[in-house]
């Protein structure tokens, strides 16, 4: 996406700034949406993403405090539980992958 050269013939120039220097998540997800909806785009995971937006910011708020981001604190297993059910209940293709073999 970040490759100009990759995108679809109709990109519209209004979006080109937003997809090539989004400030955050949330930045590139409203770019997306508006991506979506220049294409006439319906029903897409980005959509679904965007109709539950402060759910998934409020999910996230617990990682931008972690080591994983700008904090101090661990992410504990129930704040990744629910971001794993919130995501799987938006589509079910969304789920972890199955764990590396042990050797």
């Given at each position: ?10 990109f ?15 930045d ?16 897409t ?28 604190r ?9 971001l ?13 992958l ?6």
């Open positions: 996406m970040k490759d100009p050269k990759t995108w679809p013939e109709g519209p120039p209004s979006l080109r700034e937003r997809i090539l220097k989004p400030r955050g998540l949330m590139l997800l409203d770019a997306a949406f508006d991506l979506d909806l220049a294409f006439g785009e319906k029903g995971l980005t959509q679904r993403l965007y109709g539950e937006k402060n759910r998934l910011q409020a999910l996230l708020q617990k990682r931008h405090g972690s080591i994983l981001a700008h904090g101090t661990p992410v504990d297993r129930e704040d990744y539980e629910r794993r059910e919130f995501l799987a209940g938006l589509d079910d293709r969304l789920r972890p199955p764990p590396w073999p042990k050797f």
